[in-house]
Nanobody
């Protein structure tokens, strides 16, 4: 079983920055993509950004130009650099590994989430 552990969330003022990290507990031999999703109170979970094994990235329109997703394959870690944060970015941010294959087999995995709050 692959576990994804997120870190880096917290409270930040509007216009500030945060960097989220997501580390996989097992060595991943192959993967389709890793990504970040978020869920605000009373709303459905939505895609924030994804990055494929080939390095192709995809962003929600609401975060383009402000957020950057990157990955370190050697560390089985994905990052989300969030700049110019807005109150509407407040949400629980979840890490996802899509079709990740480890010694335990392949599957789709989610982290437990990390809270990001943007408020003055």
């Amino acid at each position: 079983q692959v576990q994804l552990v997120e870190s880096g969330g917290g409270l930040v003022q509007p216009g500030g920055s945060l960097r989220l990290s997501c580390a996989a507990s097992e060595r991943i031999f192959s993967i389709n993509a890793m990504g970040w999703y978020r869920q605000a109170p009373g709303k459905e979970r939505e895609l924030v950004a994804t990055i494929t094994s080939g390095g192709e990235t995809n962003y929600a329109d609401s975060v383009k130009g402000r957020f950057t997703i990157s990955r370190d394959n050697a560390k089985n870690t994905v990052y989300l650099q969030m700049n110019i944060l807005k109150p509407e970015d407040t949400a629980v941010y979840y890490c996802n590994a899509d079709r990740a294959c480890s010694r335990y087999g392949c599957g789709n995995y989610w982290g437990l989430g990390t809270q990001v709050t943007v408020s003055s």
